[in-house]
């Protein structure tokens, strides 16, 4: 915040802390409420599929797919939570402020007008008299009297000044309380929310132990992952078929062996038959899984367009990129997604990020390449 602006209003003077943008505070917070009451109703929705999913006993990995996205979606929250309290904090000190210096503004105007009325008191009754007295001719003792009378429309202002002052403390007054009770009730839901978090990931922890522990419940979650991989397969090939009429052209094949990579991490499963990095379970992996120390932005590897951003089942929130001539590239387990359907992306846009680790694949013709062979 760069300081205050200093603006007229019916009841007074008002300060207003604004940005570098003109954005005031009470905007800013006013717009972040509006996307936490969204992410609420979207989590809310997924509680309710989470149960309904749980009581017709649906497959092991829709149950977890789901679990996952409310987890994450918890989290997101969490993190717009705690950022609206913090802005509450920064409006209840800057109001705070505000308040301090109306106080001294109210002080100084009360000691100005205690002044005068203490004048007044002792000498009103002298004053015309002592005009009349020592004026030497008559054009002399009218202006006495008119800068008498100047003297008392000054004092009726001081003392407009001194109640506009005292509207403006008690509103400030009010806006401390208010911003006081958002913070702490914005707390409250955020302390929900934490032990609802705890409770999903145990939940999480204990479906995945049974399927690490339990044979049947694994070859039952093996069979569903092969065919989310096949589901995979018929979507990239249906993309291939919309994206062939207008095909653009980005030298994707120019580049094997020189492509960045996607995120900063190290591979936990290759290419081909592998232990799956979550569910310890052996697959067919069509690409390769990167596991990143920390959360981590995902950039895209080549220039192309986005033909899908949202979630699929077994692969969590997915972004596939077309580059042309057939050659695709996927980024699967996002944590959250910054890019549409449609976008043109070019070599290192960021569209989306990674907490755990990244699965990315690159096809063509619906067929998948090693992506180490690619990657620099």
Known sequence: MKGF?????????????????????????????RQLDSTLERLDDLTRRVTELALKEKTALERLELLQEKIALTENLIRQLEAQIDRHNREINELNAQLAKLLKEEQRCRNSLSQRLLTIYKYSKIFPLQAFLTTKNLPEFYRRVITLRLIS???????????????EVNLHRQGILAAQMSAESLEA???????????????????LLQIR???????????????????????????????????????????????????TGSIIASFGIQTHPRY?????????????????EVK????????????FIGYGNLVIIDHGNGYFTLYGNLSTLKIA???S???????????????????????????KEWLE
């Open 5 to 33: 602006v200093r603006t007229v209003a019916l009841s007074g003077v008002i300060y207003i802390c604004v940005n570098a943008q003109g954005i005031t505070l009470r905007d800013s917070i006013a717009l972040v409420q």
């Open 153 to 167: 429309r000054s004092d009726r202002r001081l003392l407009l000044e001194l109640m506009e002052l005292n509207k």
């Open 189 to 207: 839901s955020a302390q929900e929310k934490r032990r609802n978090l705890m409770k999903d990931k145990e939940e999480e922890n204990r479906m």
């Open 213 to 263: 522990t339990e044979k049947l419940r694994q070859s039952a979650l093996k069979n569903e992952l092969q065919s989310a991989a096949e589901r995979l397969k018929e979507l990239v090939a249906d993309l291939q078929i919309r994206a062939s009429s207008q095909e653009e052209k980005y030298d994707f094949e120019k580049n094997k062996g020189r492509l960045p990579w996607p995120v």
């Open 280 to 296: 310890h379970t052996k697959i067919n992996n069509t690409g390769i899984d990167i596991k990143v120390k920390e959360p981590s």
């Open 300 to 311: 895209v590897v080549a220039a192309g367009k986005v033909s899908y951003a949202d979630r």
């Open 341 to 343: 359907v449609g976008a």
């Open 345 to 371: 992306v070019s070599q290192g846009s960021v569209i989306g990020t990674v907490d755990d680790y990244l699965h990315f694949e690159i096809r063509r013709e619906g067929q998948p390449l090693n992506p």
